[in-house]
């Protein structure tokens, strides 16, 4: 109890939940939906020695036998969090908001945002994870489409990432009391079910993700590393400022890798867009501290991902260099983007059906209700920050 308390990005909540997923999988009643973050089919490429152009159908082979119903595909879900997200950047600039903008695509890095300088709070992309965007557009969409009752619906998300179980279980991501996603598998759990389940790799017929989602982007698998979420808003952001199709420099290395700041400066026919890379929460500190004491920190976007590197070293994936390395993780999302059909998420066909058929437009009313949150300051809850107050007497509640 102390230590879950105690812990700043909420990762030792950690519940095990594969005896959940497989009770849903044998209820004939419940239509289970799985969707899976791009960090794991790196993890999925090494463990069972596919190719990258393979893993993507091969992990949606993985699903269908284990008993998925329905299978899409968490990218899509970046994609649509990178639409939110720079509409909500774009916006910020243009009506002179709360600068920086901070991504919120973490919940690591929200729930220490949270409670160790809530100050900030203002400065956080109001925009959900993309896994509760996910969850909740398939219990609101989906459910809606399909002729399903929500209470039907047992949505599953398979990720690289502890802080994510703690995250689905946060009581404003149950509206109604039903949660928006079910269940949360780590790469690791997902795997020793694979295991119980005796699947061998012969048992997998590689297959396509689901629709109404199916289509995904280059810049939507990206997220998976660390820079790979201010890459896709980069690649929006510069199109909607300059008003031109952006069709070479899609590629935006200088924030890609494994440094904890990495930065770029991105000239949009004269309108700079300053953008910097954090992996590693200790790396967000000193910019927090000097954003709190009113210092002007030079950039208009700031992704934070806890895990150094991002998910990709989450700490849900099995160990690194016990199964392969962090590089070739990275390599495995990159040469996916690389070579997928379409590399920007505002082009994606199933996202801009979905704006039309459903949410209206980007920020519209009720993608307000149903994709974006608020937070609230939590300092004071946890035993962390009493040993951090009593150690730092300039800390600011
Ligand atoms: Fe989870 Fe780490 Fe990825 Fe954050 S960086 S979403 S804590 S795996």
Redesign the pocket.
Known sequence: GQCVNACP?G?LDYRREKGKVFRAINDSNKVVVGFVAPAVRSIVSSYFGIPYDEASPFMAGILRKMGFDKIFDFSFAADLTIVEETTEFLTRVDKKGVMPQFTSC????VNFVEKRYPQIIPHLSTCKSPQQMMGATVKNHYAKLAGVKKDDLFVVSIV??L??KHEAARPEFAPEGIRDVDAVLTSSEMLEMVELLRIKTSDIVPQEFDDPYKRVTGAGVLFGASGGVAEAALRMAVEKLTGNVLTDHLDFEEIRGFEGLKEATVDANGTNVRVAVISGLHNAEPIVEKIIQGVDVGYDLIEV???PG??IC?AGHPVPEKIDAMEKRQQVLVNIDKTAEYRKSQENPDILRLYNEFYGEANSHLAHELLHTSYTPKVGDNACNTVRKKANSTFVT
């Open positions: 990005c990762a973490c919940p690591g890095w690289p990432c802080a994510k991902m806890a895990c991002g998910c989450g």
